[in-house]
């Protein structure tokens, strides 16, 4: 695609931090780790940051270090990465799916309510597409029925909901795959304000080693290398530029395809800080057109478009038909999966690329049957 949806876009001084690595002999996880932790807390203002080899096993070990007591139930939302619900498998726990906010596309307060049954002890909500959730009625629900809070962070570092950050909330997770904000290839890491909970997820990293062969918890080796946290490094310094860029195409594009009938444009919430991680629009089944065919004639002219995400969870056999899975009614999370189309948001796109895409969708609209 001449316009890509998503683009791994690294300044400059990554090569030279990364042959500097390769240089000092100290390949796996030191000194670059603990400095991308640190720049990282500081950038969210956060107590403790732990890196991890990836954003799924960030969740995994946020769940386990939550200590929860076997077949705990966990409510999250069926429209979302699989690796969320993944986690919560490989965590030792159940899943019970509540509906989302078509608004936000986020985790809803009521229906998460709604869902909590007697062994749920954990709420997990996935701040999508570079928006948090309605943090502060989640939190509501939370506290009313006691529940722990991890937050699946993935998309959207440095997202804020009332000032207060994506990760800040509950027990943060983050993803530093290739296509996220910020990248680091594969890597994770976790957020947490309590440093006991911070100690835990630093031995569970490390074959559950508090000091040398001195094992103390049942950990896995998750580490991230210092080649990986010295590619993400660099991108710190650049993340906030990166983020005006996106928030500017998106509201380029918002302009562009206000009007258009039959598409729904994503927007930014009430107190909300979007990082604009995608654009996705919702092309409503009544208008004639499906999002198969914007997307379609957007590849014509080379224009890139993501499907984040086709399906529900629970419509996938293994997890639907799994005993430790609720799915539920879910019929916002349903439409919305079955008319979400992302468009091409990040730094990279040009202001002309923008108005490219936007008669793409245009004259994709008017199409109609
Ligand atoms: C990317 C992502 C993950 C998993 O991260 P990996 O680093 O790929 O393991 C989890 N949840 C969401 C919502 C994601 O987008």
């Given at each position: 695609m001449r316009i890509p949806v998503s683009?791994?876009?690294?300044?400059?001084?990554?090569?030279?931090?990364?042959?500097?690595?390769?240089?000092?002999?100290?390949?796996?996880?030191?000194?670059?780790?603990?400095?991308?932790?640190?720049?990282?807390?500081?950038?969210?203002?956060?107590?403790?940051?732990?890196?991890?080899?990836?954003?799924?096993?960030?969740?995994?070990?946020?769940?386990?270090?939550?200590?929860?007591?076997?077949?705990?139930?966990?409510?999250?939302?069926?429209?979302?990465?699989?690796?969320?619900?993944?986690?919560?498998?490989?965590?030792?726990?159940?899943?019970?799916?509540?509906?989302?906010?078509?608004?936000?596309?986020?985790?809803?307060?009521?229906?998460?309510?709604?869902?909590?049954?007697?062994?749920?002890?954990?709420?997990?909500?996935?701040?999508?597409?570079?928006?948090?959730?309605?943090?502060?009625?989640?939190?509501?629900?939370?506290?009313?029925?006691?529940?722990?809070?991890?937050?699946?962070?993935?998309?959207?570092?440095?997202?804020?909901?009332?000032?207060?950050?994506?990760?800040?909330?509950?027990?943060?997770?983050?993803?530093?795959?290739?296509?996220?904000?910020?990248?680091?290839?594969?890597?994770?890491?976790?957020?947490?304000?309590?440093?006991?909970?911070?100690?835990?997820?630093?031995?569970?990293?490390?074959?559950?080693?508090?000091?040398?062969?001195?094992?103390?918890?049942?950990?896995?080796?998750?580490?991230?290398?210092?080649?990986?946290?010295?590619?993400?490094?660099?991108?710190?310094?650049?993340?906030?530029?990166?983020?005006?860029?996106?928030?500017?195409?998106?509201?380029?594009?918002?302009?562009?395809?206000?009007?258009?009938?039959?598409?729904?444009?994503?927007?930014?919430?009430?107190?909300?800080?979007?990082?604009?991680?995608?654009?996705?629009?919702?092309?409503?089944?009544?208008?004639?057109?499906?999002?198969?065919?914007?997307?379609?004639?957007l590849a014509?002219?080379g224009i890139g478009a993501g499907?984040?995400?086709?399906?529900?969870?629970?419509?996938?056999?293994?997890?639907?038909?799994?005993?430790?899975?609720?799915?539920?009614?879910?019929?916002?999370?349903?439409?919305?999966?079955?008319?979400?189309?992302?468009?091409p948001?990040?730094?990279?796109?040009?202001?002309?690329?923008?108005?490219?895409?936007?008669?793409?969708?245009?004259?994709?609209?008017?199409?109609?049957?």
């Open positions: 683009s791994v876009d690294l300044p400059e001084d990554v090569a030279a931090e990364v042959l500097a690595v390769l240089r000092s002999g100290q390949l796996a996880q030191g000194a670059r780790v603990a400095a991308l932790e640190s720049g990282v807390a500081e950038l969210m203002n956060v107590r403790n940051v732990v890196a991890v080899s990836n954003g799924t096993t960030a969740l995994v070990a946020a769940l386990r270090s939550l200590r929860l007591p076997p077949e705990s139930e966990v409510v999250t939302s069926p429209f979302t990465f699989v690796a969320t619900v993944n986690a919560c498998l490989i965590a030792g726990l159940r899943v019970r799916f509540a509906d989302i906010n078509p608004d936000d596309f986020a985790l809803d307060a009521s229906a998460a309510a709604r869902a909590i049954g007697p062994s749920t002890r954990c709420l997990l909500p996935v701040h999508l597409y570079g928006q948090t959730g309605d943090m502060n009625a989640l939190m509501r629900v939370a506290t009313e029925h006691g529940l722990l809070v991890v937050e699946d962070a993935a998309q959207a570092l440095l997202a804020t909901s009332e000032g207060k950050f994506a990760g800040t909330w509950g027990t943060g997770c983050f993803s530093l795959y290739a296509t996220k904000n910020l990248t680091s290839g594969e890597g994770g890491l976790i957020t947490t304000d309590d440093d006991e909970q911070a100690s835990w997820l630093r031995a569970y990293r490390n074959q559950g080693m508090v000091q040398q062969y001195v094992y103390e918890i049942l950990g896995e080796n998750c580490r991230l290398t210092d080649i990986q946290a010295a590619i993400a490094l660099p991108q710190l310094k650049t993340y906030e530029q990166n983020v005006t860029a996106r928030r500017e195409n998106a509201r380029l594009l918002q302009e562009g395809l206000d009007g258009v009938s039959g598409l729904h444009i994503p927007r930014e919430m009430n107190g909300r800080h979007h990082v604009w991680h995608q654009f996705t629009v919702i092309v409503d089944p009544a208008s004639g057109v499906t999002r198969d065919q914007v997307a379609d004639g014509r002219r499907i984040y995400y086709p399906r529900l969870l629970g419509d996938y056999p293994h997890i639907g038909t799994d005993p430790r899975v609720t799915v539920g009614n879910t019929p916002n999370a349903a439409s919305i999966a079955a008319s979400c189309l992302s468009l948001v990040h730094p990279r796109v040009t202001p002309h690329q923008i108005d490219e895409i936007i008669d793409g969708v245009r004259s994709a609209m008017e199409r109609r049957a």
